[in-house]
């Protein structure tokens, strides 16, 4: 079956940085997606990675490596705004996406 | 979210009623996808549509039937609402998918 994994909640400081781990196994791979979501809205794009490496987006970088079916989403300098759920989902064989159920980040001052 | 739009923001229905949320872009894009979300189940994919004129089935079909009979709508109607379809409901447009704000539909 295809499936992803990601941890139900963190909590982290602001100003500090955070990891979100994801890993994933799929019938096939065309991409990995991390999406924002504040409670009560829709989820929003954060970044897409289809090659291994590290992908930076100011404070947000996304990592992948293809070979371990795993991703980590990076957050640096951690603001009080960046509470929310992370998703990450992957597009398989079949450019249809699987989703994680998200992980919840706690930001405290 | 600019470009798509859903409707209604929410309803409260009886179980038994044939309800149809709507989802309408303004961005022409071929792929349009309904999912729900659910408290710890994550988002799953209902029905998608890869151009006009034609529908797929994805995870959770039953008891949900879309039209595609244009590039810019997508409707989704529950042809008769049961409590376990209380969900957030969530149409997408292209890719990487770009959501719609959502319909909170609760089932009585």
């Known amino acids: 079956g295809q499936n992803i994994d990601q941890p139900t909640e963190m909590t982290a400081t602001e100003g500090a940085i955070v990891q979100i781990n994801c890993t994933y196994q799929?019938?096939?791979?065309?991409?990995l997606f991390w999406y924002q979501q504040h409670a009560g809205e829709a989820p929003t794009f954060l970044s897409y990675n289809v090659l291994d490496g590290l992908e930076e987006k100011g404070r947000f970088s996304s990592f992948l490596s293809r070979s371990k079916g795993y991703s980590y989403l990076l957050l640096k300098e951690l603001q009080m705004k960046d509470s929310a759920s992370y998703l990450c989902a992957v597009s398989d064989s079949n450019y249809q996406l699987i989703w994680g159920a998200g992980t919840k980040l706690i930001i405290k001052p | 979210i600019a470009g798509i739009t859903q409707a209604p923001t929410s309803q409260i229905l009886a179980a038994g009623r044939r309800m149809t949320l709507r989802c309408t872009q303004d961005m022409r894009h071929n792929a349009m996808y309904w999912y729900r979300q659910d408290l710890g189940l994550g988002l799953r994919l209902i029905h998608y549509s890869n151009t006009a004129g034609t529908t797929g089935k994805g995870e959770v079909p039953d008891g949900y039937s879309v039209s595609r009979a244009n590039t810019d709508d997508f409707p989704l109607t529950l042809a008769s609402a049961v409590p376990s379809q209380t969900s957030v409901y969530f149409c997408n447009r292209g890719q990487p998918q770009h959501f719609g704000d959502g319909t909170r539909l609760s089932i009585l």
């Open positions: 799929t019938s096939g791979f065309n991409g």
